[in-house]
Each structure stands twice: as structure tokens, then as C-alpha cells.
């Protein structure tokens, strides 16, 4: 069926929704703690300008994948545009990517549950105990099958989105507008590599371009509208958390970001135990579980394709194992990681991943190869803008390098 470009076809709702999702998650949970120090408007400034990079790189990602008539993936573009190093770069920054991210989750969800039972039910267990229990479900699920992740998602993304709109329906009822007026430009873009992250579904381009049937237009859509959400989610939720938390003597957000904690330790600290923080622990444990099943399945498929491994049962045991156990360690050795590993994912691998190599990709086919001529589709600007990206991208990385 023909639309116009103004309309949106069910794939493209569907894409939409499905990029909204990819980015909307635990990072939420660290955005609050990094840019509480630069201040609320700075905040949105920096915010805006990771949504407009992070778009752009997507559409010159976009650009590369059409380049190619079959579904390629991103390892599969860089081998294809840069040869045999490309594959090996975002190969090793893929296990850097997922890795990063898994330890981030695995590490805020065992602090959430050991509170969770400490505050509830006056049970002490150790994070790293509430943590395995997690994993241990997370891999009976991928061994499952797909069918029962898809269910259990749809059930935990359902809690994810209530809470979110009572959090900031009641909690939005007590911001302080003075508390929001607070700002310094100077320490606000060390909070950047996070930002960037939150906005990275650049894994998805392959999958969505095969969705809807190599259209590039409702492609453009896709990215532009379905980036744009998250932006929106972001600065509510900044309003509402800045605007709950006092900047006062006792340095709540400092203490917090110190010790590698979340948005939600910073409401307790700062108001006590009450209903906001209630629903605050509820949606952090959503988001976070929600973000972490997610990555999960998407490595333990990228793993089984990289290393041929069949997904019988026997497989998925020993790929569940692979994805899941390392990272736990980890997070039992480091249990106040969080925000260092949210950093170090968005600061390092999501910078260079989805940042440096869309545009290294698309210099070589517009510039060094005719692999451009292939495709009728070209993301807006020439070297200049592709440049511009690669000076941002290590902009990126020296501010993550000095944090």
C-alpha cells in the first residue's frame, strides 16, 4: 500500500515503537546522578544535541545498510566497507557494548532487590544473591524460548510505563521550580557519554530496514520519530527528579554518584521513605530488568551467529552461561559499578560503535569505493558532516577519558 510521506503504516508505528523501546530503560536510571551537577537546563541543551547526533549517525548507518540488497548486519557492513580490521573492530566492540551493559544491570539489579526485601519484608540478602536469582530466571527464559520472553516483556514493559506516569503525575506535583533554575555549563558535559547512550538502537537498522521492506523514507521516519520519544521521556523525567531533589549541604546527588548509585538511592536519601520512592523502586526495577532481558537475548543471538552455535537447548545453555555468568562475577567483585559501566559502555563502545564507525563506513563507500552508487538513499552532508561526527565522537571519548 502507497502512503504519503506524511502518513505512518503499521510497520512504521511498529518501528517507532520498537526504537522507543530499545533506548528507553535503566539508563534512565543514571541520567538524574550524572547531570544533577550541571543543572536542569544544560541537561535538556545536552540532551537535544545527543538526540541530534545519535540520529544522524543512525541515518548514515541507514545509508550503509541499503547499500546492500540482502539483511546485513553491522559487523557484516564494516567487513564489507572496511575490510577484514572493520570486522574485527565492531566485532570486539559489540562484546565491549553488551558486556558493559549486562554488568551495569546485573550490578543495580542486585542492589534493587537486596533493598527491595531488606525495606518490605526486613530480609537481608546479599545483592549478589538477589542478582543470581535474577540471571538464573533470565537464562531459564532464553532456554525457554522466545515465545516466553516475549511474554514476560510485555508483562514488565507494562509495569514500566505505569509507574513512569505515576511518578511523574504525583511526583510532578511536589517539583520546586527553584530547584530547577540551578546551573553550571562548565561540569554538564561530563554527563554526555550517558546521554549517548540512551539514544543508541543502532542495532536495530538492519532488522527494521528488512521490517519495512527497504523503504527509506519510512525508514527516516522510523529513526527521526522514534528517537524523538525518548528525548521527550528524558526531560520529564529530569524535570521530576531534579525538581524533587535539593542541591543543599548534604550534597545528595554528589554522595550518590560518588558511590556509583542510582536516581532512586538519591530520592530515598533526600525525602525519606514515603510513596515516591516506593513507585521510584518499582520502576527501576522495570526498567532495569526490562534493559537487561533485552541486551541478553540480542547478545545471545549475536553470539550464536558469530560462533555458529546452534540454539538447541543444549546451546542456549552454555550461550546463557557465557552471556550471564561473566558479567555477574564482576558485578559480585565491583557491586557499586552501575553508573562507571553505564559510562564506560556509551563513553567507549556505543561512541566508536554506532558514533566513529557508521562514519569511517560511509566515507569508504561514498568516498573511497562505489559502493554508494548501489543506492539511491544518502544521509544529509558530504565529509564536512561526516568529520564534524568523527571530531564528536572523540570529543566524546576525552570527556569520558577526564570524568
Known sequence: ?????????????????????????????????????????????????????????????????????????????????????????????????????????????GQLISDFLQQTLSIGVPSWLGS??????????????????????????????????????????????????RQNWLVAPFAFPLMVISFGFHNLIPSLTSYVNRNAKEMKKIILIGSFLPLLVYVVWEWVILGLIPMGENETFRTVLDSGEMATTALQRAIGHSWVVDIAHYFAFFAIVTSCLGVAMSFVDFLSDALNIKKSFSGKIFLSFVVLFPPWIFACLFPHIFLLALNYAGGFGAVILFGILPAAMVWAGRYIYPIAQSSDFRAAGGKSALVFVMIGSLTIIFLQIVG
Open 132 to 181: 543470581l536469582v535474577l540471571i538464573s530466571i533470565f537464562a531459564s527464559f532464553i532456554c525457554i524460548g522466545m515465545h516466553v520472553v516475549d511474554l514476560f516483556n510485555r508483562l514488565l514493559m507494562g509495569g514500566l510505563i505505569f509507574t513512569y506516569i505515576l511518578l511523574v503525575v504525583l511526583g510532578g506535583m511536589h517539583v520546586n521550580p527553584d530547584l530547577l533554575t
Open 1 to 109: 500500500m502507497n502512503t504519503s510521506p506524511s502518513q505512518l503504516t503499521g510497520s512504521s508505528v511498529g518501528g517507532i515503537l520498537l526504537v522507543a523501546g530499545c533506548c528507553i530503560g535503566a539508563g534512565m536510571l543514571g541520567l538524574p546522578i550524572l547531570s544533577a551537577l550541571g543543572g536542569f537546563r544544560p541537561s535538556i541543551f545536552l540532551f537535544t544535541l545527543s538526540w541530534l547526533f545519535m540520529s544522524f549517525t543512525a541515518l548514515l548507518l541507514l545509508e550503509v545498510n541499503l547499500w546492500f540488497k540482502e539483511e546485513v548486519s553491522i559487523v557484516s557492513m564494516a567487513e564489507r566497507t572496511l575490510g577484514p580490521v572493520g570486522k574485527i573492530v565492531a566485532w570486539s566492540l559489540f562484546l565491549f557494548l553488551f558486556y558493559s551493559l549486562i554488568v551495569a544491570y546485573i550490578s543495580g539489579s
